[in-house]
């Protein structure tokens, strides 16, 4: 089955720096890929996605990379704020099978 | 806010018994898929409900069963309650099947003592 690795398991930064979360998977079917942020005491909620014809995806500060030959991809959070903070986790879905596989999370903390 | 909405939010029971959580999809979703999260893990898929019928089983016993409503609302029952079972029990719903965006409820906080 697949598995999702993800690094760092914590991350910690200035106010206005950027981060990247990276992640590397192991089925090369998989063609999925979301990112989900989880603020304490709530669920996941999707933040972005990237599918398997795209390299690159982009909304406001948040931008994930997909790169299929080496089968890994990235967050990137640029002029982060405190309300950043929080646990990130990536996951990959294989088309036609219903599971997501996660990450087992980055906690992101930003200092002000 | 998501629109997927569980219930209860905390949940204490004793080992050995039986719990039910219940879950209602986002409107328009016909799917449903429950995740354990352990403290300090990404959630673990426990199954996937699509129209009415289980698509999808991860790696859990047949203690954790499940069911999905004609409304694709879901419940998740799980019988003789072990202390490993303590977690948070995440409900997603999504569109269609498949690898389409998954929407999360806040979750279930489950206590065995």
């Known amino acids: 089955g697949e598995n999702v690795e993800q690094h760092p398991s914590t991350l910690s930064v200035q106010e206005g720096d950027s981060a990247v979360i990276k992640c590397t998977y192991s089925?090369?079917?998989?063609?999925?890929f979301p990112w989900y942020k989880q603020e304490l005491g709530k669920g996941p909620q999707l933040i972005i996605d990237?599918?398997?014809?795209?390299g690159e995806k982009k909304d406001q500060r948040i931008a994930v990379t997909l790169n299929k030959t080496a089968k890994h991809f990235s967050l990137h959070i640029t002029e982060t704020q405190p309300e950043d903070s929080a646990v990130y986790f990536c996951?990959?879905?294989?088309?036609?099978?219903?599971?997501?596989?996660f990450g087992k999370g980055t906690m992101l903390l930003v200092s002000p | 806010e998501t629109g997927v909405t569980q219930s209860p939010t905390h949940l204490i029971k004793t080992r050995g018994q039986q719990v039910t959580l219940r879950c209602s999809s986002q409107?328009?979703?016909?799917?449903v898929s429950w995740y354990q999260q352990a403290l300090g893990q990404g959630p673990q898929f426990i199954f996937q409900?699509?129209?009415?019928?289980?698509?999808g089983r991860g790696n859990f016993p047949p203690r954790f069963s499940g069911l999905q409503f004609p409304n694709y609302s879901s419940e998740l029952n799980v019988n003789a309650l072990e202390l490993d079972d303590s977690a948070l029990y995440l409900c997603?719903?999504?569109?269609?099947?498949?690898?389409?965006?998954?929407?999360f409820g806040q979750g279930t906080r489950l206590t065995v003592v």
């Open positions: 997603a719903s999504s569109a269609i099947q498949g690898n389409t965006e998954a929407f």
């Open positions: 089925d090369s079917a998989s063609n999925y």
């Open positions: 990237i599918r398997s014809n795209v």
């Open positions: 996951a990959a879905n294989r088309r036609g099978y219903s599971t997501l596989t």
């Open positions: 409107s328009g979703h016909n799917t």
């Open positions: 409900y699509y129209r009415e019928e289980e698509n």
